[in-house]
Nanobody, 124 residues
């Protein structure tokens, strides 16, 4: 069974940057589309970035232009580069994989495998 492990979260000041990583135990990035999700306390989990098997990316409006999703198939690793961070970006961040594609890469309903999450806190 494929396992996903996120890392790279932490405390950062507003305007700063972080890069999250999601390492897979198996070779999945060529067969799964992947997404980054976040969940703030009291809120639903939301998809913020997705990358399909062919490398096509999509972003939620709230992060477009600030966050970049990428993957390294050879390293079985997914990344999320987060720049110009805001306090409202504070949340638990999760990576997830789906055998579906296109916009469903960042749709919670279609995710079949999840990581355990990494916490991002942005101070004002």
């Amino acid at each position: 069974q494929v396992q996903l492990v996120e890392s790279g979260g932490g405390l950062v000041q507003a305007g700063g940057s972080l890069r999250l990583s999601c390492a897979a135990s198996g070779y999945i990035y060529s067969s799964y589309c992947m997404g980054w999700f976040r969940q703030a306390p009291g809120k639903e989990r939301e998809g913020i970035a997705g990358i399909d098997r062919d490398g096509t990316t999509s972003y939620a409006d709230s992060v477009k232009g600030r966050f970049t999703i990428s993957k390294d198939n050879a390293k079985n690793t997914l990344y999320l580069q987060m720049n110009s961070l805001k306090p409202e970006d504070s949340a638990m961040y999760y990576c997830g994989g789906s055998t579906y594609g296109d916009s469903r890469c960042r749709n919670v309903r279609y995710i079949e495998v999840w990581g355990q999450g990494t916490l991002v806190t942005v101070s004002s």
